[in-house]
């Protein structure tokens, strides 16, 4: 069994909103989400927009607090190892993020050497020449040296998320977080970019965790997904039976909602498509949150909530489908 | 040369500044007579080759003492306006990054201090610590930080929700260092128009403060000149009130287009 890198258990993010001077409500962001990610896996975490998935990885980042639950890095906890300065360096060292929209993760006031050159002063490590220049190539900014005085206004949108890949591989991590690493580039761009961080993992036994809503993009690269609906997790399971043997309605209803890439076939069906939008987190459904949407509906999914069904080793559904004894 | 192009006012307020700038530091060439020494000619002189300004009724040379005014009036402002600027972002910088309890306290401390008639806060501050020109500098300064560090802050709370930011964050980088390499350079283009607009203010407040007498006596003001023709224009010293008057205006105006100029290259959008 390989190493278990982040252990995340029970975690809930809730936030305070006012709804007047003295109504308040929670919006239950995350609510109750557990799994793990080990040793040189592609986790992705899929969903639609307010599903929780970016929170999620805020989370595991430290750029948030989790309202409650655990979540634990290498069997330690994190809230413990941010509060050490020593520790904090050691786990930014080993977590690095890439983030969704490459035009505002790069500042826009600093060349590209600036930006690289930045993990290696806040670590206090030593810079060489080419330090900079070989991540540049590693990421196919070639000749690097091009790249280098430019600002990231003077680079197009793939050169920009490279850059991005670059800063988050200079200080050599075991885990990258990638959100939504594809979603703002063009079609083109992003098969370019997804081999690259495929290469990238191979060549250094990185795990990554991928946040992502483009279901065929993910096909290539992940190992396991999880499906994530308004806070929770209704699917988890290896990748391979997730696309071909989805179970839960959601993942279904997400799976078919993918335009087929035949045009004559796509011509003459209509897509199937996931009627009404997702909850509000505000106030979630009883019992299952789907169930408002669900086409298999029956009538324990309005009254109890769905618990974790294990059907395959280590393929779970939350769902009273699967349930039935 | 192609930012000329883009924004007219800058052009124009850079040509009439440094005709300014110029006749302030040339003042000691363009003319032989020193700026408060009295006893130049017997009472009030109107213009002449030999006082292009014309002299008060206490001999004194208007001409020098414009000139040597441009001196006072730009060593104050800049000074001043750098001392705000510097408060502004000491002040807004961590209010808006951190947030929470210390924007809280730092935010209702400014907003005493603009709820306050800032220039009758200056008389009451030149009286009680004296009207030397250092003084004066600190008080400008002292009073003028608000405006500019809610726009400081108003900056920061925009920016530091960037995704460079986060990465920052995720790299490990201290507060200090983002607050500072990360988040500051990205707040300065309009802290940049807020203090060109706060120079103008200072040169006035500047003429004003020496209009009532409170200015450094020591140091040739246009305030104290206008001062001096509320009194000789009633004996037709019109020229006492024409020269400095233009002078403060010219000023006035060159830095306010500047504010508006550096507006115009900030935010190219603003302008078609």
Redesign the interface.
Known sequence: MKQTIFSIQDLKKYYLVKLGLFKKAYIKAVDDVNFLIREGEAYCIVGESGSGKTTVTKML?G?ELPTEGKIEFLGKDLSKLLSDARS??DF??N???V???PF??????KTVKDILE??FK??NEKIEMETTERLLEEVGLIPPKEFLKRYSHQLSGGQRQRV?IA?ALA?KPKVVILDEPTAALDVTIKAQILNLLIDLKEKYNLTYIIISHELPLLKSIADKISVMYAGKIVEEGAAERIFNNPKHPYTLGLLESIPPPDPKSAKTKTLPTLEGEPPSPVNPPKGCRFHPRCPYKFDLCDKIEPEKVEIYSEHYVSCHLFNRK | MNIFRRSRSLTISIILLSIIVFLGFTAGVLTDKEPLRTGYAVGLTAPSSQFPMGTDQLGRDIFSWTLYGIRTALFVSTISTGLTVIISILIGLPAGYFGGKLDQLLMRVTDFFLSIPRFILIIFAVIIFGPTLTNIILILSAFSWPTIARIVRAEVLSIKE???V?????????NL?IMFN?IL??VMPPVLVAAALQMSDAILAEAGLSFLGLGDPNTASWGRILAIARQAIYVGGWWTLLFPSLFITATVLSVNLLADGLNDIFNPKSVR
Do not use: I, M, T
Not at chain 1, 104 to 109: K, Q, V, Y
């Open positions: 980042l750029l904090a360096k930014r060292k977590v690095q993020a983030f969704q929209d505002s993760s790069l500042n826009p006031r930045k993990p806040v670590h991005c800063r200080l | 960037r995704e460079y986060q990465a920052a964050k995720v790299l490990g980088a201290g260092d990360e350079p990205n």
